[in-house]
């Protein structure tokens, strides 16, 4: 019998079939695009249209969650469930949703006296804490207590590596991740950044590479300097509307390192509004993040 509740949110870029199937409670983000308020689905089909548009010159705008939206969400798991709440927020070094989810618990348990909530910074983006998310759901069917799991994500989540290539680098101007200067003559010269995520959750530019063929053998390299024992671990895999290559890559992540199996989906709107399409990444358990 299920002891607490898994929460996360939409960026989290599980699909919405999988969350249900796992009882992951997500939050689905909010973005404005073309003029219209909408929410992340969680659905492939729906993030497939989300890229034509941004193809097409339409330029999305992401909101950070706010406390309001906190409570309010985390009162309808509180009502539904009348069990305690861990919920993995997408990391304080990318958004400031984490602090939001901070202010929020205060005034949730100001209205609901009785109600535990939990909140873990997972110093991650997109399905990197899908991944703490899956782990969560895992931990509870085994019958862990709420202690154990969260012990068990705030020691494990250092752990989670990830690399993201893209070859398109306009919407990383966008974002304020390269400047205009760099996006103009990386897109002139094809040049490909390495990206991943630093200790703290932030996103940094680690390398440049030259074309899109020897980013991807770039990120191989990488890996196979930080994973520890592929074959135990499930390869995370996320891109934004490159289907073919996502799984090309999974392939070749399996072949060369022995990973046990892959799991893919799309980047949702709440990073993929900032990334753009073209962009893929990996996620994977391996050495602790220092850089």
Same mark, same amino acid.
């Given at each position: 019998?299920?002891?607490?509740?898994?929460?996360?949110?939409?960026?989290?870029? !599980?699909?919405? &079939?999988?969350?249900?199937?796992?009882?992951?409670?997500?939050?689905?983000?909010?973005?404005?695009?073309?003029?219209?308020?909408?929410?992340?689905?969680?659905?492939?089909?729906?993030?497939? @249209?989300?890229?034509?548009?941004?193809? *097409?010159?339409?330029?999305?705008?992401?909101? @950070?969650?706010?406390?309001?939206?906190? =409570?309010?969400?985390?009162?309808?798991?509180?009502?539904?469930?009348?069990?305690?709440?861990?919920?993995?927020?997408?990391?304080?070094?990318?958004? %400031?949703?984490?602090?939001?989810?901070?202010?929020?618990?205060?005034?949730?348990?100001?209205?609901?006296?009785?109600? *535990?909530?939990?909140?873990?910074?997972?110093?991650?983006?997109? #399905?990197?804490?899908?991944?703490?998310?899956?782990?969560?759901?895992?931990?509870?069917?085994?019958?862990?207590?709420?202690?154990?799991?969260?012990?068990?994500? $705030?020691?494990?989540?250092?752990?989670?590596?990830?690399?993201?290539?893209?070859? &398109?680098?306009?919407?990383?101007?966008?974002?304020?991740? =390269? +400047?205009?200067?760099?996006?103009?003559? /990386?897109?002139?010269?094809?040049?490909?950044?390495? !990206?991943?995520? &630093?200790? $703290? %959750?932030? !996103?940094?530019?680690?390398?440049?590479?030259? /074309?899109?063929?020897?980013?991807?053998?770039?990120?191989?390299?990488? #890996?196979?300097?930080? =994973?520890?024992?592929?074959?135990? @671990?499930?390869?995370?895999?996320?891109?934004?509307?490159?289907? &073919?290559?996502? $799984?090309?890559?999974?392939?070749?992540?399996?072949?060369?390192?022995?990973?046990?199996? +892959?799991? #893919?989906?799309?980047?949702?709107?709440?990073?993929?509004?900032?990334? %753009?399409?073209?962009?893929?990444?990996?996620?994977?358990?391996?050495?602790?993040?220092?850089?």
């Amino acid at each position: 019998m299920s002891n607490f509740c898994v929460s996360t949110d939409s960026g989290c870029d !599980l699909p919405a &079939d999988f969350c249900k199937e796992k009882m992951i409670s997500a939050y689905h983000m909010k973005y404005f695009i073309d003029g219209k308020d909408m929410s992340d689905s969680m659905n492939p089909e729906d993030c497939r @249209q989300f890229y034509k548009r941004m193809r *097409e010159g339409s330029v999305p705008k992401t909101s @950070q969650m706010t406390p309001f939206e906190f =409570v309010n969400y985390w009162t309808g798991l509180w009502e539904k469930y009348k069990l305690p709440i861990i919920h993995i927020a997408l990391g304080s070094g990318i958004s %400031g949703t984490y602090s939001n989810s901070l202010i929020a618990k205060d005034l949730f348990l100001e209205k609901n006296k009785e109600a *535990e909530v939990f909140i873990v910074d997972s110093t991650l983006a997109s #399905i990197g804490y899908g991944m703490l998310a899956v782990k969560a759901a895992q931990l509870r069917e085994e019958g862990k207590s709420l202690e154990d799991c969260i012990s068990w994500l $705030e020691k494990n989540k250092i752990y989670i590596n990830t690399y993201y290539t893209t070859d &398109d680098l306009k919407y990383l101007y966008r974002s304020g991740r =390269v +400047s205009k200067t760099g996006a103009i003559l /990386g897109t002139a010269l094809s040049i490909n950044p390495i !990206l991943n995520l &630093d200790k $703290e %959750g932030h !996103l940094k530019v680690r390398e440049k590479v030259r /074309g899109r063929k020897k980013a991807f053998n770039r990120i191989y390299e990488i #890996i196979k300097e930080l =994973v520890i024992n592929p074959n135990e @671990q499930t390869v995370y895999i996320c891109h934004s509307d490159c289907q &073919d290559e996502a $799984e090309a890559f999974s392939a070749a992540l399996i072949d060369k390192f022995g990973f046990k199996d +892959s799991f #893919i989906n799309y980047i949702g709107p709440t990073i993929g509004s900032h990334s %753009g399409p073209g962009l893929i990444a990996a996620f994977f358990f391996g050495k602790e993040r220092t850089i």
